[in-house]
């Protein structure tokens, strides 16, 4: 079995407008981003250039633009939107995971989380 490699980007902290109230899309949220990549084949690992591998800074800046540029009720709308961004023929799996920090809930709340697995 070949080597499978994932490529992650993790802990990228954004602020974005996701929430069921008005009030709290107006507020804006923390909301911190886990992803990892696993592409279909990799040939990065041998040619060592960035062009034949996931360019993760391609992928900052697409979470960076969706999280900007959309407005969203629910976490697991957000990271399905994301997955859509980032789903291409290259990948064999991808998983989003998003946070939003101090949830407006009851009792103290670090964060409420969704993860989405997406696979081939």
């Not at 062009?51 to 629910?74: K, S």
Request: glycine share 6%; charged share 30%.
């Amino acid at each position: 079995m070949p080597d499978r490699l994932t490529i992650a980007v993790e802990g990228l902290s954004l602020r974005g407008r996701c929430g069921v109230t008005a009030e709290e899309r107006a507020l804006g949220q923390t909301l911190v981003f886990d992803l990892r990549l696993v592409p279909a084949e990799c040939p990065g690992a041998v040619t060592d250039a960035l062009e034949d591998t996931v360019n993760y800074g391609d992928v900052v800046r697409a979470v960076t633009a969706t999280v900007a540029e959309g407005e969203f009720h629910l976490l697991e709308r957000l990271a399905t939107v994301v997955a859509d961004r980032l789903w291409s023929a290259a990948l064999d799996e991808l998983v989003v995971r998003v946070r939003k920090i101090d949830p407006p809930v009851p009792a103290p709340t670090e964060a409420a989380a969704v993860e989405l697995v997406r696979r081939r």
